[in-house]
């Protein structure tokens, strides 16, 4: 029973590192202020998967599911959470404390396309917002950009040819 | 020539709007199956079906002049309408129609011609003492000649296609570094959209509205414009939302600029219906941007406010027949408001995002009219544009139009892709927008976040994260956590726990 724990609280930690604690046993109760209103989940066939909340269908789809990392899209918007218990959240605390922030950057295709043009070479220097390649795809030419300021360290993108969704094409030094 | 029988040389909503139009008028239409889209809805909409679905060429048949032709010679069609995009504003399209006796529901050659090419649409423009930006004589050869250009009339320019319109090949330059990247694309997307890598240069006017005037005219020369639309709202230069009237134009300025759309249009002697476009700035000087020579996406915004149906008019120009009402016979009355609901993710730039829809409800109040091709199981494909439905609601005045926009976009409901509603969710809750407070920079601009989203959505969605890692983490009957066993999980097995919970 040594890997077996207690858990008494559960955090849904965002992307942009806001914090949503629920208490375990989960129930479908959410307290706000002083009441508390019922979540529910539910499918039918006319609206697919929905949460009911406050009298109202939000659309619900799991975009994918990897260990305790979750991608929602709730109401059109897509949303990223990791889970943590109380005890993986102290570790990734002092983990953090000791590791600093994110020093790498992997910038990828947001969609399928042919690669029109690569813009950026490996060692350049490139602010945020600066164009990195030209993606072509659905009748547009779209600029990819630069999400940070850095170093170019790698360029995977090579002048026509076609990319899929999530395909690595350059790889930046944050700095 | 009486029309009889049309084929419709188009797919999606506009094709289902032609020949809703068709039938009421008792004429027939022709659809044409291809086979990327075999089970698409238009199809449903048509008299007749050419199946072209065995058709192996690498070109859309919807850009293949030889194969339409042939398509309605045999059908017996003795009309065609384009639609908009593919070979709408082709003249050498329009003039193998006329060639071979079928009427071509659009103006003439001559008119597509030379509004299509921006140079002696810009000469023809000066001629007629329409105002316009200041720019290159013709055509710029290279990005040399683009520099010098550029540095006489002053940065920052934009560059844009010859032949171009939709915003592709169009490329803001603000300093002279910039030049040769931008010239290069720029002329490149030409190519590879109009077949002309052709660009020239003109001003580029910093934060404009873009206003522009619908225009009718008949083949016995009387012109006449239904009021303007309001299309600031775009990103990469593509339109998001149009509205109809514009609330930056009074009564005379109105008259003013229908009076100079209405000029350009008689300057190539034009009929069936078209749409002239202009700059606004914020001194309310206005500047002619281009003519385009075809039905467009937001044309429905101007049937509401005016009453007119503009496919039926285009119909009826094409026929012969003279317009039946006169410019004081127009009047304009209400407000409409058009979203354009894109397969579209706002969270990553408006990227396209293709897929199958899943489910898709529309809202049926009075006040709503959608306009779509697409329904449950049809798939957004990668082939031709991002669009799943135009949204288009009215109000007796703007407040009430952006009002029941707001509750008509809570009950749309479309699931198997990223949309653009949560944008316009946001839209229609931005105090600028509400206050007519905006140009076309207004996007890239003015704001810092492009969804919507309501107080506790977020936390709803942690929520869900969250009972998905407990079921799958921890033990139906006890509270223990079994670390170190992160599996994967597909979603299909969730939905289907689910559908028990």
């Known amino acids: 029973m040594n890997d077996k724990l207690q858990i008494k609280k559960l955090y849904a930690l965002s992307s942009e590192n806001r914090k949503f604690s629920f208490s375990v046993p989960l129930n479908n109760k959410i307290r706000i202020g002083k009441r508390e209103y019922i979540v529910q989940l539910k499918s039918d066939d006319k609206f697919g998967t929905y949460i009911l909340w406050k009298n109202r269908k939000y659309p619900v789809e799991i975009v994918r599911s990897r260990q305790n990392k979750y991608e929602i899209l709730f109401n059109d918007i897509s949303y990223t959470f990791t889970v943590e218990t109380p005890f993986s959240l102290q570790r990734m605390k002092v983990l953090n404390s000791k590791k600093g922030k994110v020093e790498q950057e992997l910038v990828r295709a947001p969609m399928p396309g042919r690669l029109i043009d690569v813009l950026v070479r490996e060692g350049s220097t490139i602010m945020r917002g600066e164009a990195l390649v030209i993606l072509e795809a659905m009748k547009m030419q779209n600029e990819i950009q630069s999400p940070v300021n850095g170093k170019i360290i790698k360029v995977h993108a090579k002048t026509n040819t076609n990319v899929m969704k999530d395909d690595v094409l350059v790889e930046i030094k944050v700095e | 020539m009486k029309i009889r029988k049309i084929l419709i040389a188009n797919r999606g909503e506009i094709a289902i709007r032609i020949m809703k139009t068709a039938r009421r008028m008792k004429i027939r239409t022709v659809a044409v199956k291809t086979a990327v889209e075999p089970l698409a809805m238009y199809l449903s909409f048509a008299d007749e079906i050419f199946d072209n679905s065995e058709d192996t060429s690498e070109i859309p048949v919807f850009l293949d002049i030889e194969k339409l032709i042939a398509i309605a010679l045999e059908t017996g069609a003795n009309a065609l309408h ?90 803001i330059v603000r300093k002279a570094e910039e030049m040769e990247k931008m010239f290069f694309i720029a002329s490149k997307e030409a190519e590879k959209a109009f077949k002309d890598p052709s660009v020239f240069i003109e001003k580029y006017i910093e934060n404009p509205k873009h206003i522009e005037f619908q225009i009718l005219g008949d083949a016995k020369g009387n012109i006449i414009h239904l009021g303007e639309r309001e299309c600031s709202i775009q990103r990469k230069h593509q339109k998001l939302l149009e509205e109809a009237p514009s609330c930056a134009l009074d009564e005379g300025l109105r008259k003013k600029m229908g009076k100079m759309a209405v000029l350009i249009a008689k300057a190539v002697n034009y009929h069936s219906a078209g749409t002239v476009e202009f700059l606004l700035d914020s001194e309310k000087n206005f500047y002619f941007m281009e003519m385009n020579t075809r039905i467009q996406v937001e044309h429905p915004v101007t049937e509401i406010v005016t009453g007119i149906d503009l496919i039926e008019q285009q119909i009826r120009i094409a026929g012969g027949e003279e317009l039946k009402f006169g410019q004081d016979d127009v009047k304009i009355s209400g407000w409409a408001i058009e979203c354009r609901i894109n397969a579209e993710d706002v969270q990553a730039g408006f990227a396209p995002d293709p897929g199958k829809i899943e489910k898709l409800s529309m809202p049926d109040d009075p006040y709503v009219r959608v306009d779509t091709g697409i329904r449950e199981g049809s798939a957004i494909v990668a082939n031709y544009d991002s669009m799943i439905a135009k949204l288009i609601v009215s109000g007796k005045d703007r407040r009430e139009a952006i009002t029941n926009c707001k509750m008509a976009l809570d009950k749309v409901w479309i699931k198997g892709t990223k949309t653009t509603l949560p944008f316009f969710r946001l839209l229609v809750r931005n105090q600028d927008f509400q206050d007519g407070n905006f140009t076309t920079a207004f996007i890239e601009k003015d704001l810092d976040k492009y969804y919507y989203n309501s107080e506790y959505e977020e936390m709803l969605a942690a929520w869900l994260a969250t009972k998905l890692f407990v079921e799958e983490n921890l033990q139906e009957d006890s509270i223990n956590l079994d670390f170190g066993n992160g599996k994967e999980m597909s979603p299909w097995l969730f939905n289907k726990r689910m559908n028990q919970f």
């Open chain 2, 82 to 171: 384009p639609g908009y995009g593919f070979l709408a504003e082709n003249a050498y399209f329009a003039q193998k129609c006329i060639d071979n006796r079928i009427t071509f529901i659009g103006p003439s050659p001559d008119a597509i011609y030379k509004m299509g090419n921006k140079t002696i649409a810009r000469k023809l423009a000066l001629q007629n003492g329409i105002p316009m930006a200041m720019g290159s004589e013709g055509n710029i050869a290279n990005e040399e000649e683009a520099v010098a250009i550029a540095s006489k009339i002053g940065y920052p320019v934009i560059i844009k296609a010859a032949s171009g319109g939709g915003g592709r090949g169009m490329r």
